[in-house]
C-alpha cells in the first residue's frame, strides 16, 4: 500500500484546511489509519487515530473538538478536518497505515505518506 497525502497550505489563525490521504489498494478499508505531525527538530506526534470501519476515533487533547478524522472505504481516502486552526498547529502532517489495534503507539505504524506541509501564520 502506498500513501499519498495533500490539502497543507498556509492558512490564519483561526481558519481551516481539510486533508486528504489517498490509499493505492482497496486493502486500505482492513486497517486502522492515523495522523502525525511533526516540526523540525522534534519528535513526531500523534494527532487522530480511526478505526478500519470508521466507527471509532481518538485525538490527541490539543485537537480534541477542534480536528475530525474520518475515512471513505469506498475512495480508499482518509481525511482530516482541521478548525479553528492555531500557530502550535504548524507542522507537516503525515497519513500512516496502522496494523494494529486503531489505539496503537507509532511502532504499529509502518507505511506512511510523503506529508503534507501545514502553516498557520497571520
Known amino acids: 500500500v502506498q500513501l499519498q497525502a495533500s490539502g497543507g497550505g498556509l492558512v490564519q489563525p483561526g481558519g481551516s484546511l481539510r486533508l486528504s490521504c489517498v490509499a493505492s489498494?482497496?486493502?486500505?478499508?482492513?486497517?486502522?489509519m492515523g495522523w502525525w505531525r511533526q516540526v523540525p527538530g522534534k519528535e513526531r506526534e500523534f494527532v487522530a487515530a480511526?478505526?478500519?470501519?470508521?466507527?471509532?476515533?481518538r485525538y490527541t487533547d490539543s485537537v480534541q473538538g477542534r480536528f475530525a478524522i474520518s475515512r471513505d472505504n469506498a475512495k480508499n481516502t482518509l481525511y482530516l478536518q482541521m478548525n479553528n486552526l492555531r500557530l502550535e498547529d504548524t507542522a507537516v502532517y503525515y497519513c500512516a497505515l496502522n496494523r494494529g489495534a486503531y489505539n496503537s503507539g507509532i511502532a504499529a505504524y509502518d507505511v506512511w505518506g510523503q506529508g503534507t506541509l501545514v502553516t498557520v501564520s497571520s
Open positions: 480511526i478505526t478500519s470501519s470508521g466507527s471509532m476515533t
Open positions: 489498494e482497496y486493502t486500505f478499508s482492513h486497517f486502522a
